[in-house]
């Protein structure tokens, strides 16, 4: 952990263009789960990211059965564990357990076939899966998989005592566990003490948003309550993030990216640019070429 007396330097503060409320749905051999962002019309709002999903229970039929062995290409999953213990394996040889705080990043690129199954009977399991599009020129590069353990995310505590864990990109001087060219993906997991503020730059023409999973965060006068999305404005020379929690303490994720301004075509857990891509994606699965 670093202590960082660094002050954000940025001119101006975003504001919230709007609030979403997740989904609620099943998926996987029916983990229960939250999609908050989803649709054609976030996707493109919110490019380069396609797939937000929150999962959270302490009850053991909600997440029990897994997400058993299943494709994607085109993109990239970050899958971050707050709580829980969960087993992946994939069709390229790879193995892990991701752990409570751990990250594990997948760019599943031409093609992955691959299972997460919780490794736990009981207790709580709780956590977020983030898409990540790929560049159309890096869709059908080579599968890479990596797990970080919590100790291994780089974490600071900044003068207002909100502890940052930062997942990807970099925030206050501080860079995180992975950095990613092209989308240069920023994702902070941020705990707020009660009435503390916490700010960090987000480059300008990057789209970003945070969800809020514990308690409430103020944006400039906007209040963004508990499992609630808030997209920031994306505005010429809003270049900065700045939110205050309330009363409670409160828990948020902060995401942004370099939108890729690509067509996005999607067929279930295939993201490509054209239809005849997708046409070809489920032609190679069923062929066995992933
Ligand atoms: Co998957």
Known sequence: MTNTMLQPSFQQSRTIEHLVQGVPTSDGAGVKLTRILTGQALQKRLDPFLMLDAFGSDKPEDYIAGFPNHPHRGFETITYM?????????NAGHEG??????????????????????????????GFQLWLNLPAQNKMAEPWYRDFANAEIP??????????????????????????????????DIHLPAGSTF???????????????RGAVNVEGV???????????????????????GMEPARL?????????????????????TQQQ?????????????
Not at 224 to 234: C, D, E, L, T, Y
């Open 82 to 90: 707050l709580a829980g213990r969960m087993r992946h394996r994939d």
């Open 97 to 126: 357990l991701l752990e409570s705080g751990g990250v594990q990043w997948m760019t599943a690129g031409r093609g992955v076939i691959h299972s997460e199954i919780p490794e736990q009977e009981d207790g709580v399991m709780e």
């Open 155 to 188: 974490t600071y505590v900044n003068p207002d005592n909100a502890k940052v864990h930062v997942i990807a990109g970099s925030s206050n001087g501080v860079t995180g566990a992975i950095t990613r060219a092209v989308t240069e993906p920023l994702y902070l």
């Open 199 to 213: 700010s960090t730059a987000v480059p300008e023409g990057h789209n970003a948003f945070i969800y809020v999973y």
């Open 223 to 245: 209040e963004v309550a508990s499992q609630r999305m808030g997209i920031f404005h994306n505005t010429a020379e809003a270049d900065g993030v700045t939110v205050t929690a």
């Open 253 to 273: 994720i902060l995401v942004a990216g370099k939108p890729l301004n690509e067509p996005i075509v999607q067929y279930g857990p295939f993201v490509m640019n």
């Open 278 to 290: 997708i046409r070809q994606a489920l032609e190679d699965f069923h062929a066995g070429r992933f």
